[in-house]
């Protein structure tokens, strides 16, 4: 076994820890922080896959956006120290039986499917081709998707400042007053 | 790097998209599913890029797949969150069983 190879599967124990606590923990902050450790071990995963762009991109847009986004939203929402109630026994079984299962035919699939390797060309992702591509008007130019998903990113900022913005006591009826009127 | 199958990563990704799935079946706060479902976000991640470094090494489309979906997981969070933080304001919890007004 190489020392490739050891490393994969320490980043792989690693990830899949992270992210098994992160699913299980009863304490919410700390489950956001196990998340964290998940998603830095994804981002590791990348860069063991020689694509650094993708990398960075991971750990600057989950580790440094969202994550913090989310342990914002649990300091807003509820005390970070409350334990949450331990999900009922009969749920959890289920839902290891139905994971477990899942897992046990999909990977059946994936071992089963032989598939041909790549054409033994090495895998380079250079920052500028990924550029060039991107904002190419040709055949392979993803230029359209790009430009979708800008105005898509901004109408989902805009639709976010909208929803979250406190409504005007006077004119807009807050849901309790509407209870008790009916 | 060409120690390591091709299977074998596959089967991380699978392994933690069902954990992903496992907590969104568990919990019932609606933080935590919304980490579950990044987790599972994050899986299928894994096999774009998988998918492009071993099958087709001369291309990128599985990169730009991958890019695309943490720019969209990055939209849905922001969305998901706003709608938490005005339910909790509504409701004072953020507990999906608590919120069961289009129940039928």
Known sequence: ?182 | MTGVPLTHILFVSTALFFIGMYGLFTRRNMITMLMSIELMLNSVNINFVAFNKYLFPDKLDGIFFTIFIITIAAAEAAVAIAIIINLYRSHQSIDVEDATEMKF
Not at chain 1, 46 to 73: C, K, N, P, R, T
Not at chain 1, 137 to 150: K, W
């Open chain 1, 1 to 182: 076994m190489s020392a490739s190879a050891i490393i994969f599967y320490a980043i792989s124990a690693f990830l899949l820890g992270t992210g098994i606590l992160a699913v299980t923990a009863t304490n919410i902050f700390r489950a956001a922080i196990w998340l964290l450790f998940s998603l830095v071990g994804i981002a590791a995963l990348y860069f063991w896959m020689q694509v650094e762009f993708v990398a960075a991109v991971q750990i600057i847009v989950y580790v440094g956006g969202i994550v913090i986004l989310i342990i914002f939203s649990i300091f807003l929402t509820q005390q970070s120290g409350k334990e949450m109630p331990k999900p009922p026994l009969q749920r959890t079984i289920f839902s290891v039986l139905a994971a477990a299962f899942g897992l046990a035919l999909t990977y059946l699939l994936i071992s089963e499917n032989g598939f041909t390797d790549g054409n033994g060309q090495p895998f380079k992702v250079a920052v500028s081709d990924i550029g060039m591509q991107m904002l190419s008007t040709t055949e392979h130019g993803y230029i359209l998707p790009f430009e979708v998903v800008s105005m898509l990113l901004l109408a989902a900022m805009v639709g976010c400042i909208v929803i979250a913005m406190k409504s005007k006591q006077n004119n807009l009826p807050s849901p309790k007053n509407t209870e008790e009127l009916s």
